[in-house]
C-alpha cells in the first residue's frame, strides 16, 4: 500500500506518541510559566523540573535520582548543581553511609515544591474543566494505560 506524503504527514501527527509529546510540551510550558509567577527562579525549566520530582523530602542519592530519571549520573549531578546555585538543593552527608551524599530541598526548595502542586492542582483543574467529568477520569485511565506499556 503506498501512501502520499500528505497521509503519512497527517498519521504522523495524529499518532499516539506524538499526541503525547505535544500534550506533555503544552503541559510543560503552562506549568512553567504558572510556576514562575508563583516566584520560582526564571532559571527553571523542565529538565530540572524533571529532576525535582525525583527527590523524597528524606532525600536521595544521585545514582537513584539517575536510575529513576533513566539519566547519566553524570548528567544527573550537573542538573543537581545547578538546582543547588538556585538554592532548591543541598548535599548533604548520607547518615548510612559517611562516603555517600544525599541530594535534598532547602526550604526555598521545599516551598517551590508546594507552591509547584499548588499550581499542578490548578492546571488538572482547568483542564477537567475542558472535559465533562466522564471524560477526564477515562483520560487519567487512559493515561494510566499508556504509562503502563
Do not use: C
Not at 99 to 123: C, N
Request: aromatic share 4%; glycine share 6%; hydrophobic share 40%.
Amino acid at each position: 500500500m503506498t501512501r502520499s506524503s500528505e497521509q503519512i504527514e497527517a498519521a504522523r501527527q495524529d499518532s499516539l506518541g506524538r499526541l503525547l509529546l505535544n500534550a506533555h510540551r503544552a503541559h510543560m510550558s503552562v506549568f512553567l510559566e504558572k510556576i514562575r509567577q508563583q516566584g520560582a527562579d526564571d532559571r527553571i525549566n523542565a529538565s530540572l523540573t524533571n529532576i525535582m520530582t525525583h527527590i523524597p523530602a528524606e532525600g536521595i542519592r544521585l545514582a537513584d535520582i539517575a536510575k529513576a530519571s533513566n539519566m547519566t549520573r553524570q548528567s544527573v549531578s550537573q542538573f543537581v548543581s545547578e538546582l543547588e546555585t538556585i538554592g532548591y538543593v543541598k548535599r548533604i552527608p548520607d547518615p548510612s553511609d559517611g562516603r555517600a551524599t544525599l541530594v535534598r530541598f532547602s526550604h526555598k526548595g521545599w516551598d517551590i515544591m508546594q507552591r509547584a502542586l499548588q499550581v499542578k492542582h490548578e492546571i488538572e483543574s482547568e483542564v477537567a474543566k475542558k472535559l465533562t467529568p466522564d471524560g477526564y477520569a477515562q483520560l487519567i485511565i487512559a493515561l494510566k494505560i499508556v504509562g503502563s506499556l
